[in-house]
Every structure is written in C-alpha cells, then in structure tokens.
C-alpha cells in the first residue's frame, strides 16, 4: 500500500506564488516517475508536470517558464514551485506517482489534491 499526501494549496493572488509538496509513504520499493496533474471545475485532468527517476522534467506549454518540479529523497518528496500565477491556474492539484511495490502489482496511485485558488 502506498500513500500520496500532497500539501501547500491555497489562495493567492495573481502574480503570486505557492509551493507544492507531495510525500510517498508505504511499501515502496522504487519510483519511476512522479507528476503533478491539476483539474479545474468544468475540465479534464491534465497533466502538469513530470519528474523521472533520472532527473529528467517536462512541463505543459502552459506552465513551462513558470512552474517547477523536483524531487527529494529518491522522488519520495516532490515539490510543484508555482510562480506568477494566473487566474487560470486555479484548480485542484494531484500528485501521481509510477511506483513499485513490494508484494503488489500496481504501479498507479494518487493524492488526494489539493485546492489552488488564484484571485485577487
């Protein structure tokens, strides 16, 4: 069993920043890949941001320049760095994970999310 707890959400106003973090607990025996993915009222999830275990990232066009994503501890801590906020980037974010297991054959789990509010 694995656990993703995601942290940092909140309001902020345009312009703004906040920093994300999602922590991985459980029965972990590796992680691959781990991403940030953000869902706004009315919209289909998207993905945000990627980080391997090698330390490669991607970021959607919307977010490239703008957002940062990086991890501690063998990906068992990544953090979303968002900076100059838009109205736009309000949504829910989730953390997700590409994680092997001891004992188990999924490789997919999910945060909870977490709220972002962009407004003045």
């Known amino acids: 069993q694995v656990q993703l707890m995601e942290s940092g959400g909140g309001l902020v106003q345009p312009g703004g920043s906040l920093r994300l973090s999602c922590a991985a607990s459980g029965s972990i025996f590796s992680i691959d890949t781990m991403d940030w993915y953000r869902q706004a009222p009315g919209r289909q999830r998207e993905l945000v941001a990627t980080?391997?275990?090698?330390?490669?990232?991607s970021y959607a066009h919307s977010v490239k320049g703008r957002f940062t994503i990086s991890g501690d501890n063998a990906l068992h801590t990544v953090y979303l760095q968002m900076n100059s906020l838009k109205p736009e980037d309000t949504a829910v974010y989730y953390c997700?994970?590409?994680?092997?297991?001891?004992?188990?054959?999924?490789?997919?789990?999910w945060g909870q999310g977490t709220q972002v509010t962009i407004s003045s």
């Open positions: 997700h994970g590409d994680i092997t297991t001891w004992g188990s054959d999924d490789r997919d789990y």
């Open positions: 980080i391997t275990s090698g330390g490669s990232t």
